[in-house]
């Protein structure tokens, strides 16, 4: 009898990451500063882009940028309903009701025709989401906008789960106005929380210094950071906007320095347990396998969302109680947006994104981690396997 358990997305901390939390604890300066600005650097030569501005999770990354730029109530912003609830949640924090554009049919992404028909004169935003470590198809989306003439929309990746991934050969991170990433805990890379906003342009849309724009907002709108208040005789300050407090702190920034050392072999042993789990299932005329990549487009191999046809809702929840009976933990990526209260509150309702909830209904999603070993992710697939085809077995008799 096996009694060992299985997570579903514990973090990978090697001593690397405590070694350099401890140097900072005892550094005498744990909050932002210069493994702040070390990771920031890092971030940009790993994405290739201009600036990387670290802050305290990929949310208050998107809520910084929603602020910065004067998105207000009377503004519409587009995203899609599969998603979490950050990506549609910043913008009901401005008093915007978020405009939902169904995924297209057999997509975790959203549908860029539907798109093209819901941008109104009052559209300001676009925020695609980037599902499981894949990148949303980022030309599509801006050949729509241009198809429509709307080239002054801000276009915003949540790349919450890309951080890795590759488009067209090169990294995430670059390929639309601003891409926002997450290292939260179960994420590829992880600050125990935090995220960071990637960009090209620092004087994007006429600013004269982007970068420091997005520090001072996330910051109280100060216009000096502790550190440099911290100097002898220079407590002096502004404040100039009414910001959040939302900065990086140096803590974090060292973890995610190590994580940033070790990425690429935390990456490489993900892509492995990718390729077992989708060998395994190949045959499976039930298994709808996950895309890995194509094209100079490829996964950062964050997810394994599983779909198996013909399963229902109910029969999928039953999949994931028997596999938690043998200790092995799953999860769904994930309940569309207009499913939970809040927003049924709003006036959305499920039955209008169709296709969301078909991706939904039957979807699973399997352990995938660097630390995951390969015996327990070929036990998870054989008893996935075993049981999918014993609830098959009873639905066709």
């Not at 030569?45 to 949310?59: F, L, M, N, P, R």
């Not at 045959?283 to 997810?303: D, I, N, Q, V």
Request: hydrophobic letters at 40%; charged letters at 25%.
């Amino acid at each position: 009898m096996r009694t060992k358990t299985i997570p579903f997305s514990p973090p990978d901390i090697s001593e690397l990451e405590i070694e350099q939390v401890i140097a900072v604890l005892r550094s005498g300066w744990i909050t932002s500063g210069p493994m702040v600005a070390r990771f920031e650097a890092n971030l940009k030569d790993y994405c290739g882009v201009e600036q990387a501005v670290a802050i305290s999770s990929a949310t208050a990354g998107m809520e910084l940028l929603l602020k910065v730029f004067g998105l207000r109530e009377g503004d519409e912003a587009i995203t899609t309903p599969y998603t979490y609830t950050a990506t549609a949640s910043i913008m009901t924090h401005r008093g915007i009701r978020p405009v939902f554009v169904d995924v297209k049919q057999d997509s975790f992404f959203l549908d860029e025709q539907r798109l093209y028909e819901a941008i109104t004169p009052r559209t300001k935003l676009i925020s695609t989401v980037d599902f499981g470590g894949v990148p949303m198809d980022y030309d599509a989306v801006r050949a729509v906008v241009r198809a429509k003439g709307r080239e002054d929309i801000i276009l915003l990746s949540d790349s919450a789960h890309s951080f890795g991934a590759s488009y067209q050969g090169a990294k995430v991170g670059g390929q639309f106005d601003f891409h926002v990433f997450s290292f939260h805990a179960v994420k590829n890379l992880t600050t125990a929380e935090g995220g960071a906003i990637t960009f090209r342009d620092n004087h994007f849309r006429g600013k004269a210094d982007l970068y420091q724009e997005l520090k001072v907002t996330a910051l109280h709108g100060q216009t000096k950071d502790a550190m440099s208040k911290m100097k002898a005789g220079a407590w002096k300050y502004d404040i100039v906007t009414d910001g959040y407090k939302c900065n990086m702190t140096d803590i974090m920034a060292a973890i995610g320095l190590g994580q940033l050392e070790r990425f690429d072999a935390m990456v490489a042993k993900r892509r492995a347990l990718f390729e077992l789990y989708s060998e395994t299932l190949l045959t499976k005329e039930w298994a709808k396998l996950p895309f890995r990549a194509a094209g100079g487009t490829e996964t950062c191999y964050h997810l394994y969302p599983l779909r198996i046809t013909g399963f229902s809702e109910e029969q999928r929840d039953r999949l994931i109680q028997l596999l938690a009976e043998e200790g092995i933990a799953t999860n769904v990526h994930f309940v569309p947006l207009p499913m939970f209260s809040f927003y049924q509150g709003l006036g959305y309702s499920i039955a209008d994104y169709p296709n969301a909830y078909q991706q939904y209904a039957n979807e699973i999603t399997l352990p995938l981690y660097s630390t995951l070993a390969t015996e327990d992710a070929e036990y998870v697939a054989d008893r996935l396997i075993h049981h999918v085809e014993r609830l098959l077995k009873r639905m066709a008799s």
